[in-house]
T-cell receptor, first 114, second 113 residues
Framework: NAGVTQTPKFRILKIGQSMTLQCTQDMNHNYMYWYRQDPGMGLKLIYYSVGAGITDKGEVPNGYNVSRSTTEDFPLRLELAAPSQTSVYFC?????????????FGEGSRLTVL | GENVEQHPSTLSVQEGDSAVIKCTYSDSASNYFPWYKQELGKRPQLIID?????GEKKDQRIAVTLNKTAKHFSLHITETQPEDSAVYFCAARPSGGYNKLIFGAGTRLAVHP
C-alpha cells in the first residue's frame, strides 16, 4: 500500500512553460485535494474532487487546472507558469466513508519557476 | 469564508518543558479541528484532532482544547523531546461538506536538549 504518490519530486520551469504534476492513490479514497505550501503561509487549497468526473475550485485556483478521470488519479496542470507559482505542492486524499477527518498527504512536489 | 490564525509563528523550548500553540477561527459553523505535524522535508501528518462537540482530547503527551464560544483551540505538548521539533499546523473544517480544511500559517517548534 503506497498511499499517495506524487511525481515529480522536484522540477524547474521557465516562465510561460506548462507542466502537469501527477498524483495517484491506492487507498480507494473518493476525495482528493491539491494544496500549495508557501513559506510562512500554511497550506492553501487549490482544487479538490469528490469523485471521478467531479472537481471544484478551492481558495487559490487561478493558473491551475485539474481533472479526475479515475478514482486513483488527480493530476494538476499548470498553464503558462509564473514565478508566483513557485511553491511546494501537496496532493492529499480522504475516505468520506470513515468517521475520521484525516487527510493523507503525498510527499510533495517542489516547483521552481524562473 | 473561514479564516484560521495561528500563534506563535516560532516557539523555542527546552527539552522537558511544555509547548502551547493557539489558533483562532472565524466561522462559528466549523465542526472539526485537526492538528498536523510536518517534519523538515516531509509530508504533513495528523497528530490529533477534535470535533466541535468535544471540549478536550488527550493522546499521551499531546492534548487539544476547544473553546467554541471564543472560537479558539490550542495544542498542548508536555514533556517535550527533541523529536517534537517540527512545524505544526492547525486547521478548521467549515460546514458544507467535502472535508475541505483551512490551515493556519504554521508554528515552527524547536526543542533544545
Amino acid at each position: 500500500n503506497a498511499g499517495v504518490t506524487q511525481t515529480p519530486k522536484f522540477r524547474i520551469l521557465k516562465i510561460g512553460q506548462s507542466m502537469t504534476l501527477q498524483c495517484t492513490q491506492d487507498m480507494n479514497h473518493n476525495y482528493m485535494y491539491w494544496y500549495r505550501q508557501d513559506p510562512g503561509m500554511g497550506l492553501k487549497l487549490i482544487y479538490y474532487s469528490v469523485g471521478a468526473g467531479i472537481t471544484d475550485k478551492g481558495e487559490v485556483p487561478n493558473g491551475y487546472n485539474v481533472s479526475r478521470s479515475t478514482t486513483e488519479d488527480f493530476p494538476l496542470r499548470l498553464e503558462l507558469a509564473a514565478p508566483s507559482q513557485t511553491s511546494v505542492y501537496f496532493c492529499a486524499s480522504f475516505d468520506s466513508g470513515t468517521n475520521t477527518g484525516e487527510l493523507f498527504f503525498g510527499e510533495g512536489s517542489r516547483l521552481t519557476v524562473l | 469564508g473561514e479564516n484560521v490564525e495561528q500563534h506563535p509563528s516560532t516557539l523555542s523550548v527546552q527539552e522537558g518543558d511544555s509547548a502551547v500553540i493557539k489558533c483562532t477561527y472565524s466561522d462559528s459553523a466549523s465542526n472539526y479541528f485537526p492538528w498536523y505535524k510536518q517534519e523538515l522535508g516531509k509530508r504533513p501528518q495528523l497528530i490529533i484532532d477534535i470535533r466541535s462537540n468535544v471540549g478536550e482530547k488527550k493522546d499521551q503527551r499531546i492534548a487539544v482544547t476547544l473553546n467554541k464560544t471564543a472560537k479558539h483551540f490550542s495544542l498542548h505538548i508536555t514533556e517535550t523531546q527533541p523529536e517534537d521539533s517540527a512545524v505544526y499546523f492547525c486547521a478548521a473544517r467549515p460546514s458544507g461538506g467535502y472535508n475541505k480544511l483551512i490551515f493556519g500559517a504554521g508554528t515552527r517548534l524547536a526543542v533544545h536538549p
